[in-house]
Every structure is written in C-alpha cells, then in structure tokens.
C-alpha cells in the first residue's frame, strides 16, 4: 500500500511539474502581418522577397527565447549581446517570429531581434536590429559583389567573415538611401507592420542562415572607428550564434 501511495505521489508531482512548464512556456500568439522585410539590395539573389503564405506573431521579450515555443533551430541564432557595446542608450529589445513558404513551398523561418533607443517623445531615433532567415543555400555563391557603392551611391564593403565566407557593409555615405525594413508591432490594430527608414546594414550568409543587419544612428557618430566597431559586434554575433 506504502509503495503504491509513493508511486501515485512521485507521477502527481512529475506531473505538477510538467503542467508547470507548459503554464511558463511562451507560445507566439499570431497576429495580422503587413508583409516581409528583406534587403533591398540582396533580394534578387536571396529571392526573400517572394515569400507567400507568411504567418505573424506577436513579439516577446528577448528573455523569454528559452523558454518559448519557437523552433530550437531558431533559438540558437537569438542570442542577447552586451548592451554596453551599442552606441545608444537600450529603451526596448524583443523577438519577432515570422514563418513563410518559399516559391518551391518549403517553410522557412525568420526571427528579428529589435534593440531600440528613443527619443523624449518616445519614438524611435536609434536602433540595432537583427534578422535571421532559414536558407539551404547560400545566396551570395557564385556572385562577385566587388561593387564599391550600392545602386544609390552608398558605400558598399565586402569584408570577411571566414575565410571562406564574406560579409557586406553598408555605409551611409550620401544623402540618398536604399529602403530598410524591419517589423514593428502596432498595438492598435494587432498587426505587425513593416517600418520603412534608412539604415547602415550588414548581410551575410553562414551555416544555414540568412542574417541582415541594420543600424542607425547620428551620422556624425559612425565614423570608421564606430564603423568597425560595429562590424566586429556583427561578425561576433553570426559566429557565435551559429557555430
């Protein structure tokens, strides 16, 4: 009788257990979506443009990726990075799930990590965002993107991420500017909306993803020293996430 009362006590407690977690657990609730974002140089080659069937979800806190719902394969490109590092004063940072089919049907992935500075308005003036799309092939084999401006001028930089691999830079140089997207919650009519600006950005491709990068700042701040700076916490983010 000892030993079957123990038993039933041990799988009520397992059991209490488990109830626990799933009650912790974030699940992404879905929301409307406005669209995709993708790079505006680098679409044709990555063809992220021409996703279809794409499913939204409300953003969360970046310290909720553990223990959320999202796919561990996109779990271990969501990595927090060191604040301090940021030329900008942090007001928000959260995680936005997107999934989608491409124009062969087969589901992708892509997560955006948001670090946001405001202004005494409460609008965003500075921001770091990273996003993070699944691809079985690497866009950028084959092309030699030698070019040393983007199509409006900008400053264009192939630099290396491995030895194999390359990474772009682009620099705001002129007072023109290729489109930047990045998603952005609308609290009002429970969309993600897609948000429109300029920005400097980063694209690479390594170990199964599609990572792009956009920054912006004081044009007066991003030097070349602030410039590689910035590279460094880009190329550390990618290698380390990923590896």
Do not use: W
């Not at 995709?36 to 996703?51: A, G, Q």
């Not at 955006?112 to 990273?130: C, H, M």
């Amino acid at each position: 009788m000892k030993k079957s009362l123990t038993m039933l006590y041990s799988i009520i407690f397992i059991g209490s257990l488990l109830v626990g977690c799933s009650v912790n657990q974030t699940n992404p609730k879905k929301v409307k979506g406005d669209g995709v974002t993708f790079s505006e140089y680098f679409h044709p080659y990555d063809e992220l443009k021409k996703r279809e069937n794409s499913k939204f979800y409300k953003p969360f806190p970046l310290n909720e990726v553990q223990s959320s719902s999202l796919p561990d394969e996109m779990k271990k490109v969501i990595n927090p990075i060191d604040r301090n590092r940021l030329p900008f004063e942090v007001k928000e940072e959260n995680v936005y799930f997107v999934t989608s089919k491409n124009k062969e049907g087969k589901k992708i992935s892509q997560v955006q990590v948001s670090y946001l500075g405001k202004n005494e308005y409460d609008s965003i003036d500075q921001f770091f965002i990273i996003s993070v799309t699944e691809s079985d092939r690497n866009p950028l084999e084959g092309h030699d993107l030698s070019d040393e401006v983007d199509l409006v001028g900008n400053k264009l930089k192939k630099e290396r991420l491995t030895d194999t691999l390359p990474i772009y830079q682009q620099v705001l140089t002129t007072n023109s500017a290729l489109l930047y997207r990045y998603y952005r919650y609308d609290e009002e009519d429970n969309k993600i909306a897609i948000v429109g600006t300029a920005a400097n950005e980063f694209y690479a491709y390594h170990n199964g993803y599609i990572y792009h990068f956009g920054y912006l700042i004081d044009r007066e701040q991003n030097d070349e020293e602030m410039q590689k700076k910035m590279l460094q916490l880009t190329r550390e983010y990618i290698l380390g996430s990923s590896s």
